[in-house]
């Protein structure tokens, strides 16, 4: 039987897919129109149209803007990891050249400025439940622009500095004087957590905040009792920065006469943005335009309302001029929402035959010094037990305050950490208990036949065809004739390893999204739209799919977005989600503008709706050579019927489960630990493509991020001194395209039941194996060392240390 | 980056002319560690005197026994030079090895050397090819040009002209390059000289920064072969550790570094 879920403020989920019916009963005629559309574009690898613009330096990204009269920030920040702030005198830096304006986090409480009302708890009906021990609402830290009390993390905004010339406000920055009472600290996740640490608020003495228990825990206890072997082990999936090209940036302005604000700032989405923003200054929402155009990549950290915003924002209304704040690389290094950080325990009860009976999990999230989001601990809480039938389990979630830069969702938010730990567990397993490693997974993974499946903890899985996708990935990456590679490699001195890991994510993200469509008399379509792309390619596969609906060429379709003053709602790029939504409404709002275009030609042609087709861009009246083309109807109806335009709003809450499974083959150099990526194959079930040439270009970045974390990227902490080590390129070791190998990726379409157009999501699949796969391959390649385990990043130090030691190196 | 003044001098009179005639000045060449310093607001010299555009300071000569390269010469450079190609391979072999593109068309052999950064290649090559440092004052062996971590026998003032290295019978340069910055965590360059005595220098890895090893010159002056090094280390007390590397793991790769410049005499192997 499965095990219901069980959380302490239970919510009883009734998941449409457990609900079957007919599918015409879901259908508007509408929809049917987009089911029966020709997919003329859709699913061709048409080349990026922004890609002109983007290499040749037309981008127009936030620094890109400057305005009249324009003056510059600079943000005096925390040299401590924990201190009270005793005073702040601020009469030298206002007395320095140029310096216009000096504000601290008394102003800001005398200003009545509220903190960012960043609501970190995931709260749709399809996420975790995440409560404090006593199961109430969880105090998650206010997030005001500047602290009145202390500092949390070294770096945090402590006072901003405005003046004419950005080297200005630096020298004034400098002669900001804080008397600090530096206080006690505690960066570690594990220690943060243990009693006695030091307290980061008042409010949570323990500073964990979060505690919640979910799944079955009877059931649990009950085949951990009857199983026949336990394997049991404890993973550190360590904290990695985004490292976005583009640092983030902001200018601000406030026009007196309107009482309106402009904030120019990329992100992952500037509705969110404006709405935050707008409560944080206490303002309608109406009185603040955002504008968010290119975006130099994203990966989660821009999607959370950073201080540097409001701050520009707030001193432009006070110097009544427009207020400009760009990071340095350190500034983003010390100061960008950072990622993961997860310490989990897990354990795996076994029958004989090698049958997953049960699984418990103890996961500890270190959310830094507030909880801006809380999105990767959920995400990964209801995908505990991956790809595999595993009947019961038991979770144990916890979040914990630290003296450390806050985290946020971070490429594939909490599902590498999970799939790190249930992929690395079941190759544990296999070596600890004797079976071949593929061969226990295949034993356990979830048949089709099972679709859709409920998990442990609750998750219903859409689709997949997982044991498929399993042995496409293995033929596809030689793992048949690995052994004469490996003894090939051996005649040179260096070790082969090979490492596998199947994965299953989720896709939830923000449930509305709207689109406009209009048809302009130029002969163009335009398309407004709230998502947010950061190098994914929206321009183009957004615009593929009006114009396969529309039957014009993909050309003609232009994709209006970032600017809150045009597109009023809007969801923003997050967790997959855009493809998927902003797909299907265009779809709908495009269907709808047929529509009204079949009712315009009507009248035009003296008939009734119902006897007008459309084909190739133009109206027709049946058994008649009478035809309009849908530009010449929009330019002759304009004065008659208004534009030729539709708004269409849609809301989908069911998630989406993309899929698949990747294989690495390393090489180590013997003598010195060097590790080099041969191989690295992936199958991703994104559900329907639309274009295959993006989404291997997304599956490529993905990749390259979970490899990145694998290999070499940590945001290292001095435990002696609360200081971050890695505060540049000198110390923060990013993939290269030396060191990554060309990779072998095929898509698989398992057409999604939960949305009309049948898509999961991509990209993000580059990333969630991708941390298990390469430390599987490389525990492969020293396993004649004795080698069980090893801690990422898997540095030529830390590998060196495991050859010598034979046990987990640190 | 504080407020500074720039000056780009043509003649090495006027270079020092300047230096000497203004209130906090410095060198620069090709910025590499001074820009980032300066823009972290690390350092404040109030002139930045730019010695690129001084002739005398550019160009190649290779000679039947020696290469002189003019301190302002680029790594691209030197890493193209069929000349020095085909006199020190391994030279030309670590100026490709530096950094990346963009580095090696801004960076400057004078640069390197005048910096004595612990992690720099071109130490390691100046020490192994007892090569001549000329200023424009003196002339300064290689043995007693390097004193110590970003330290040198260079006064104030004193502008670094041109190095002159002896081409070896053979030699070949092995580095380890750290993960993130790319620059040595560990590389040895290794030359036989025409006279038969053996040179070996460490660069990346010594807490003084570049150090000859002269165990290692020892074993191999019997037998210039890896397996005269077998069994051979180095204290780990004198190297260097951090988060990347601890000092015993940068002493195992000095050895194997070491080892590997001798398999790859007339040649670089860079991992």
């Not at chain 2, 300066?38 to 002139?47: D, G, N, T």
């Not at chain 2, 390269?69 to 391994?90: C, D």
């Not at chain 2, 990346?204 to 002269?214: D, I, L, Y």
């Amino acid at each position: 039987m499965k095990s219901p879920l069980q959380t302490i403020a239970p919510d009883v989920i009734m998941h449409p897919l457990k609900q079957p019916k007919p599918e015409s009963a879901e259908l508007s005629p509408e929809m049917k129109l987009v089911r029966e559309a020709l997919f003329k574009h859709v699913g061709k690898p048409i080349p990026r149209k922004e890609d002109g613009r983007l290499i040749t330096g037309k981008g127009r990204f936030s620094d890109d803007f400057s305005l009249p009269g324009q003056t510059y920030a600079a943000i005096v920040r925390s040299p401590y990891p924990h201190a009270r702030i005793l005073g702040i005198d601020k009469s030298e830096a206002l007395a320095s050249e140029g310096v216009l304006l000096v504000l601290t986090g008394e102003d800001i409480l005398a200003d009545d400025i509220k903190p960012i009302p960043h609501n970190p708890v995931p709260s749709t009906n399809f996420d975790m439940k995440l409560r404090a021990k006593d199961g109430s609402h969880a105090f998650t830290g206010p997030h005001y622009l500047l602290p009145s009390d202390k500092a949390r993390h070294v770096g945090e905004a402590v006072a901003i500095v405005v003046a004419e010339t950005a080297a200005q406000a630096a020298d004034g920055a400098e002669k900001v004087v804080i008397d600090w009472e530096e206080l006690p600290y505690v960066t570690d996740t594990a220690k943060a957590a243990a009693p006695g640490a030091p307290t980061i608020w008042d409010e949570v003495p323990d500073n964990v905040f979060i505690d919640t228990t979910f799944g079955d825990k009877e059931g649990t206890d009950a085949a951990f009792a009857r199983a026949d072997h336990v394997v049991k082990a404890e993973f550190h999936i360590q904290r990695v920065t985004g490292v976005t090209m583009e640092p983030r940036s902001s200018l601000g302005s406030y026009d007196p006469e309107t009482g309106r604000y402009t904030l120019y700032a990329g992100s992952g989405g500037a509705v969110r943005q404006k709405n935050e923003l707008s409560k944080v200054l206490g303002i309608e929402p109406k009185d603040l335009r955002v504008l968010s155009f290119d975006v130099g990549g994203n990966f989660g950290t821009r999607n959370r309302v950073y201080v540097e915003f409001g701050l520009v924002l707030w001193a432009s209304a006070k110097i009544g001029r427009p207020v400009k704040y760009t990071a340095t690389r350190s500034e983003s290094f010390l100061t960008d929402y950072q990622g993961r950080d997860l310490v989990t325990k897990v354990e795996l009860a076994i029958r004989k035959d090698g049958k997953f009976l049960a699984m418990r999990a103890d996961n500890l999230s270190n959310v830094g010094g507030r909880a801006v989001s809380l999105s990767p601990l959920s995400k990964g809480s209801g995908l505990i037990t991956g790809s595999y039938d595993i009947p019961y389990a038991t979770l144990r979630a916890r979040a914990v305050f630290s003296n450390t830069m806050c985290t946020q969702a971070y490429r594939s938010s909490g599902r590498p950490e999970v799939t790190y730990a249930i992929e690395r567990l079941v190759e544990l397993a296999a070596d600890q208990l004797g079976f071949d490693k593929l061969e226990l997974r295949r034993m356990n993974l979830i048949p089709p036949s099972a679709m859709p499946y409920t998990n442990a903890v609750g998750s219903v899985y859409d689709s997949g065809e997982y044991e498929k996708n399993m042995d496409r990935a293995l033929e596809l990456s030689g793992w048949a004739t690995f052994d004469a590679r490996k003894a090939e490699a051996a005649t040179r001195g260096k070790l082969l390893g090979r490492g596998f890991a199947n994965y299953v994510e989720s896709s939830i993200g923000t449930p509305k999204e709207r689109a406009e469509i209009e048809i302009k008399d130029d002969g163009n379509i335009e398309v407004v739209i709230g998502t947010q792309p950061s190098g994914q390619g929206h321009e183009t596969s957004f615009a593929q799919v009006v114009a396969d609906m529309i039957q014009v060429p993909v050309e003609k379709v232009w994709i209006v977005l970032g600017d809150t003053d045009i597109v009023s709602v809007g969801g923003g790029s997050h967790s997959g989600r855009s493809m998927r939504h902003a797909g299907t409404v265009m779809a709908m709002a495009s269907a709808g503008l047929l529509a009204e275009g079949r009712k315009r030609a009507a009248e035009l042609l003296g008939s009734t709706a119902d006897r007008i087709d459309f084909e190739g861009g133009v109206f027709k009246l049946r058994n008649s050579n009478r035809t309009i083309d849908i530009f010449e109807l929009g330019r002759r109806t304009r004065e008659s019927h208004g534009p030729l335009r539709v708004v269409k709003d849609n809301e989908m809450h069911t998630p989406v489960f993309p899929n698949g499974a990747a294989v690495c083959e390393v090489e180590i150099d013997r003598d010195t630990g060097h590790v080099q990526i041969v191989r690295y194959t992936t199958i991703d079930d994104v559900g329907r493509c639309i274009n295959p040439l993006i989404v291997h270009g997304q599956t490529h970045g993905g990749i390259a991020q979970g490899v990145g974390q694998a290999m070499w990227e940590l945001c290292a902490i001095d435990q002696n001194s609360g200081q971050p080590l890695a505060g540049s390129f000198m110390d923060y070791g990013l993939p290269r395209s030396d060191t990554m190998p060309s990779f072998k990726c095929e898509i698989a379409e398992v057409i999604s039941p939960t949305n009309p157009l049948g898509i999961k999501a991509g990209g993000e699949g580059g990333t969630t194996p991708a941390l298990a796969t390469v430390v599987n391959a490389v525990v492969d390649a020293l396993s004649e060392f004795g080698v069980k385990d090893i801690q990422m990043p898997v540095t030529p130090a830390n590998v060196w240390r495991a050859m010598n030691s034979g046990r987990k190196a640190s | 980056m504080y407020a500074t003044t720039y000056h780009k001098p043509k003649t090495l009179s006027e270079a020092v002319s300047l230096y000497e005639n203004s209130e906090e000045p410095s060198y620069l060449s090709g910025g590499h560690t001074l820009i980032p310093t300066l823009k972290s607001r690390l350092a404040a010299p109030q002139h930045l005197i730019d010695v690129r555009a001084i002739p005398e300071l550019s160009g190649i000569e290779v000679t039947a026994d020696k290469v002189i390269i003019g301190s302002a010469t680029k790594h691209a450079v030197v890493a193209a030079s069929r000349e020095i190609k085909a006199a020190i391979p391994a030279l030309s072999g670590l100026a490709g090895s530096i950094g990346d593109v963009q580095v090696r068309h801004m960076g400057t052999i004078g640069g390197s050397t005048a910096n004595n950064d612990p992690a720099a290649d071109y130490p390691a090559a100046v020490l192994a090819l007892d090569a001549v440092v000329h200023t424009d004052r003196r002339a300064i062996p290689a043995g007693d040009y390097f004193q110590g971590l970003y330290t040198t026998a260079l006064e104030p003032g004193e502008i670094l002209a041109r190095v002159e290295f002896k081409i070896p019978e053979i030699a070949g340069y092995a580095k380890f390059r750290n993960p993130a910055s790319r620059y040595s965590m560990a590389a040895a360059f290794v030359a036989r000289h025409r006279d038969g005595h053996i040179r070996v220098a460490i660069t990346g890895a010594g807490n003084e920064g570049v150090f000859r090893w002269t165990e290692a010159e020892e074993r191999l002056t019997e037998n210039l072969s890896a397996e005269a090094l077998e069994g051979l280390t180095i204290d780990p007390s004198l190297m260097m550790g951090d988060m990347h590397a601890p000092a015993d793991y940068r002493a195992h790769l000095v050895a194997v570094m070491t080892r590997r410049a001798v398999q790859n005499l007339g040649g670089t192997h860079i991992l």
